[in-house]
């Protein structure tokens, strides 16, 4: 991609809002490939589709893609898994074993600058066809029918025509409503078309999706990450004429990786966000934490390398030729405002004027927005808060922060800093990754550990109840009780599915073997996966688990043979392997403006770790021996927090 992008900056054209100025790029457009003027001569007795005709040229050297046969490898991974057969692993396996290595930076790009007039011509006259003959396209403005139905392309994948197949497929969806008077309305239509597609299952992995986009193929294979499932919708939904796209986020606001999801526009223009099969919502009520929200666009805005002097390789690639609008003050409402960040902040100015601000993922910043310096403050349009962010210059090919991390208050707009203090703290840490995120360790949560005399538990006793949020590996809760039991169990609370790792039960507050018995609980039987039921909360391995198939109901217990007293229970909430693991290397990071600084490495002795860092500072562990699920945070009241 980045040869591409290359390629695309020596195309030097601006894309400006006068008639002019849109002359003079039309012109140079047309002179780097004469063909495309088949396409103005084809419409020159209709307005309508010449101006259409026109925007789709004027955009042609700001996108590109790659052809299909040099991404056969990468696409086939979406193929195979499209298939449902197959799980994520062995479709790599197949593919590694069929093609060898697999990687799609090997690729050429190439500039829509060399399409023909011919798909061109075919797209125009697709699109035109179903804004037409639909009812509900009255009610999509010429503005929106460029920008949401119009375009061949979604991103930067494999070109080929795509409308004519996907229309005749899913167009017929659509004929019980056609006549009724809501089908005015594209929601109305995007609605009953919604509720067709989500009977198909969508085959998600978050190990697809790294790559450049799929292309229309996806519309079959039903398979890939977010990204895809936003990019299958939008070619469904445009080809029936219902103006759609994908928004996204460049950073989720509490995680470490972009999210995306469609969105559609209804007879007033307004929007709706559709996600994982649900019918379409107010934008206003969607969920989660928001760095910036952004609306991916086919329209090209280059006026950021205008106003820093015309030299593109000064900015930053993800903001030199823009095809997105700002869509956040859309989702986040009152809480979407300018943030003011004084210039004083920056430790160093950058050449061209431009300043980005970045989101965290993992140990790396990413740009999320961009401004450029202005008197005494930088001003960011429609940012939420409560996101950690810093502020970061992009030169000689890289980006270096120039500011301390800080974090915006939604309510009070005040910016608080993560600065290193000279003073220093000990901090014990539990875990790597916020739990918040994993909901596992809340579905304890009024969980109940009971003992009986009885194998059905029809006369109990409540030996513990979890009131907190369990936040360590191995949790310890004593019972005062001096009755002997021979069952015991673990009952998970309402709609907390028996979530549960690990259980083990004690004869005395200081013993260190658990008592032993014969495994017993609610069985999963033909309706579970075959790996999470109730036999693994007393296995010994505190990273399988207990994942009952109905919500409430479930419990794990054990037969002990003959009645025994019960002072002390150990348990471990169901997790994704992200406490501290004994045994394992764990490195501590603190931030220094915006560069990450060791605390020194450690071997866990036990799951928790005791480290000295300077007070106030931005924190993040990393596990050198496995997996990747790691967050920013900082130690506040004694405990980790997450952002």
């Known amino acids: 991609m980045k040869q591409l992008i290359l390629y695309l900056w020596t195309v030097v054209l601006l894309v400006g809002c006068t008639d002019s100025e849109r ?34 040229i004027e955009n042609l050297p700001y996108h590109g893609g790659f052809r ?19 799980t994520i692993e062995e479709v790599q396996d197949s593919v590694r074993k069929l093609y060898g290595s697999v990687s799609s930076r090997q690729v050429q790009g190439v500039s829509d600058l060399t399409l023909s007039s011919e798909f061109l011509i075919d797209n125009i006259e697709w699109a035109f066809k179903v804004w037409n003959e639909q009812p509900w396209g009255k009610n999509v403005s010429f503005t929106d029918f460029c920008e949401y139905i119009l375009p061949y392309r979604l991103a930067d994948e494999p070109l080929k025509p795509w409308r004519e197949k996907v229309y ?33 299952k969508f085959n998600f992995s978050s190990s697809l999706g790294n790559g450049p986009h799929v292309g229309p193929d996806l519309v079959d294979w039903n398979s890939g990450n977010c990204r895809e499932e936003a990019d299958r919708l939008t070619y469904i939904f445009r080809a ?58 086919f329209s090209t805005d280059r006026s950021l390398v205008e106003n820093s002097g015309g030299d593109a390789g000064m900015i930053h690639p993800d ?15 009152k809480y979407a405002r300018t943030l003011y960040v004084p210039v004083d902040e920056l430790s160093r100015l950058p050449a061209c004027g431009v300043v980005y601000l970045c989101g965290a ?19 960011f349009d429609d940012v939420e808060g409560g996101v950690v962010f810093t502020l970061a210059i992009y030169e000689q090919g890289r980006l270096m922060p120039v500011s301390a991390p800080f974090v915006l208050d939604k309510e009070s707009r005040g910016i608080h800093y993560f600065r290193a203090g000279s003073g220093i703290e000990e901090i014990k840490l539990l875990n790597k990754y ?61 709609n907390g599915y028996c979530n549960l790792s690990e259980a083990s039960f004690y004869a005395t507050p200081t013993d260190s073997l658990p008592l032993k018995g014969h495994v017993i609980g609610t069985s999963n039987g033909t309706h579970g996966d075959g790996k999470h039921d109730y036999t693994n909360v007393y296995d010994g391995d505190p990273y399988t688990s207990f994942d009952y198939y109905q919500p409430s109901g479930g419990w794990a217990g054990l037969d002990l043979g003959k009645p025994q007293t019960i002072r002390k229970i150990v348990f471990t909430p169901r997790n994704r392997d992200n406490f501290i693991r004994q045994g394992d290397e764990y490195e501590l990071f603190y931030d ?37 699920d790691e967050r920013i945070f900082e130690y506040l009241d004694g405990k980790q927090v997450y952002w």
């Open 361 to 379: 993922s993992w140990q790396e910043w990413v740009p999320i927005a961009a401004t450029s310096i202005n008197d005494r403050y930088l001003a």
């Open 592 to 628: 220094s403006l915006g560069y990450w600084i060791s605390a020194g490495r450690q071997t866990a002795a036990s799951d928790s770790l005791l480290y000295r860092v300077p007070q106030g500072a931005l924190l993040y562990l990393k596990n050198h021996s496995r997996g990747n």
């Open 68 to 86: 299909a046969e040099q991404m056969e490898p990468y696409l086939k991974m979406y193929e195979l898994f499209g298939t449902g057969e197959l």
């Open 319 to 333: 903001f030199r030729y823009v095809h997105f609008a700002d869509v956040t003050r859309l989702y986040s409402g």
């Open 240 to 297: 029936v004429g219902i103006p759609c796209g994908c928004d996204y986020m460049p950073l989720r606001g509490d995680a470490n990786v972009a999210h995306f999801w469609n969105f559609v526009l209804d007879k007033y223009g307004d929007s709706y966000y559709m996600y994982d099969g649900r019918r379409p919502e107010p934008v206003r009520r969607y969920w989660g934490i928001k760095s910036k929200v952004y609306r991916q666009t």
């Open 23 to 56: 002359t003079s790029v039309l012109e140079k457009t047309l002179s780097e490939n004469p063909s495309l003027k088949l396409v103005l001569q084809r419409y020159e007795t209709d307005s309508l589709k010449r101006r259409a005709a026109e925007y789709l």
């Open 168 to 200: 005749k497929a899913f167009n017929p969806l659509l004929d019980s409503i056609r006549c009724l008077p809501e089908a005015a309305d594209p929601l109305f239509a995007a609605g009953v078309l919604i509720d067709s597609l989500a009977k198909k």
């Open 434 to 494: 916020h739990q918040f995120v994993e909901s596992f360790p809340q579905r304890m949560v009024n969980g109940v550990f009971e003992g009986s005399t009885h194998p059905d538990f029809r006369v109990r006793d409540t030996l513990a109840v979890v009131t907190g949020l369990p936040v360590r590996l191995h949790n310890v809760m004593g019972v005062d009780s001096k009755k002997a039991y021979r069952y015991v169990r673990y009952y998970g609370p309402e």
